[in-house]
């Protein structure tokens, strides 16, 4: 049901937001006359690598830094590509990736291999399923760029004060997952664009209501500064990247 849920949903999605993408499609092409699609490699279900395609938001070649993490002030991001960024207009394009099987409306984002390399054996449990456009922690973590903004390590910044929440919210996911969630998960990610507080209330009711562990609703609720933690199987806080 899920798959059939997803094939639908991500057909209808892409029939309408063909009138949004075929412009910014055009003035990212514009900007420097380059493929406006920027299709990185990254890991999905069972450890296997497929590409994902993205609206180009940073200059051409801006993987070459090495990079991986992108802070919202980071130079790479054009002036388009911060519009794109803001409004999540990179996540449409995924809609194909959906369509073709590679990945599901909602489940554990997809990451680089340089980072799922890193993951604990609890961790690992975030490949057993198709990676996601939008689950939890995207919801959660939607400020990301934000809060890498000014780290002189962004990389390293991400895993000692993102991905500790952000692998344990997919486990959650995971352990929970069914299609009245991912409705209502889908839902709540549009209602993020345009009131992140709402949003995250929203999400923090449900962890309380699927009584999650306590550290992880107060984090959810974004009060507090976030702290560097070990990743869920370890007690190590991550020392490099």
Sequence with gaps: ?????????????????????????????????????YIPKRVGKNGKEFYMIKLRSMVVNADSSGVDSTGANDSRITRIGHVIRKFKLDELTQLWNVLIGDMSLVGPRPNVK?????????EKKLLTIRP???????????DEGDILANEENPDLAYN?????????????????KNLVLDLQLIIVT????????????????????????????????RNIDLYPYPPPGTSQIVSKR
């Design 1 to 37: 049901m899920k798959r059939l849920f997803d094939s639908v949903i991500s057909l209808t999605g892409l029939l309408i937001a063909t009138p949004v993408l075929i412009p910014v499609i055009f003035l990212v092409w514009l900007q420097d006359f380059k493929n406006p699609f």
């Design 114 to 122: 340089a980072e799922t390399d890193m993951y604990t054996l609890s």
């Design 132 to 142: 996601g456009i939008t689950d939890i922690s995207s919801i959660i973590f939607s």
């Design 160 to 176: 000692q004060l993102i991905r500790p929440w952000k692998s344990r919210l997919g486990i959650v996911y995971i352990e929970n």
């Design 190 to 221: 549009v209602i993020a664009v345009f009131s992140r507080d709402i949003a995250i209330r929203w999400v923090s009711q449900k962890l309380e209501k699927l009584k999650v562990d306590e550290k992880i609703i107060t984090i959810s609720k």
